[in-house]
T-cell receptor, first 116, second 111 residues
């Protein structure tokens, strides 16, 4: 089945630094990548959608200069949280969709970001 | 704005019972629906998806879709303590776009 590898699984960083999260589709081409954020006891909130080779489309209220998304290839998408602050501490999850509809939506394992 | 609504629970059932999880959606044009299970601190894992009216069964799980009532449900038969998790209902905003998630229902199965 389709697999998305997400790294790191857990990261702690100091306030003001940047953190990069990677998602790789291992056995399919991810034409679209979705990035979600989940705060404790809340549901997944869509942050942005990126299509390979195009600029990401951000949801209302999500700062595109703070959450940089790159989807330069069909197998790799990255989310960089720039100048992280404690309020950015959250669970970040990517979801990939391939060309074939039967792959549906494949989720990465998530990244727990803690900003101290 | 398309919405997917779920009762947050918690829903508590004894081991071996049937757990019934419900979901309603606002957009009558929605075509596909997904049920995910999420354990605390983990990423969602797909249980089932359903496109057509009626029932779809997979092992102990049955998804039911009623487009006229804009209602989706998930039945879990012979519930096990390992089924204790949050169950998320989701539907794409438009075909191929991001999944819109409900808030999730927390299920607790007691042994």
């Amino acid at each position: 089945g389709a697999v998305v590898s997400q790294h790191p699984s857990r990261v702690i960083c100091k306030s003001g630094t940047s953190v990069k999260i990677e998602c790789r589709s291992l056995d399919f081409q991810a034409t679209t990548m979705f990035w979600y954020r989940q705060f404790p006891k809340q549901s997944l909130m869509l942050m942005a959608t990126s299509n390979e080779g195009s600029k990401a489309t951000y949801e209302q209220g999500v700062e595109k200069d703070k959450f940089l998304i790159n989807h330069a290839s069909l197998t790799l998408s990255t989310l960089t949280v720039t100048s992280a602050h404690p309020e950015d501490s959250s669970f970040y999850i990517c979801s990939a969709r391939g060309v074939r509809s039967d792959y549906g939506y494949t989720f990465g394992s998530g990244t727990r970001l803690t900003v101290v | 704005q398309k919405e997917v609504e779920q009762n947050s629970g918690p829903l508590s059932v004894p081991e071996g019972a049937i757990a019934s999880l419900n979901c309603t959606y606002s957009d009558r044009g929605s075509q596909s629906f997904f049920w995910y299970r999420q354990y605390s601190g983990k990423s969602p894992e797909l249980i089932m998806f359903i496109y057509s009216n009626g029932d779809k069964e997979d092992g102990r799980f049955t998804a039911q879709l009623n487009k006229a009532s804009q209602y989706v449900s998930l039945l879990i038969r012979d519930s096990q303590p390992s089924d204790s998790a949050t169950y998320l209902c989701a539907s794409p905003g438009q075909a191929g776009t991001a999944l819109i998630f409900g808030k999730g229902t927390t299920l607790s199965v007691s042994s």
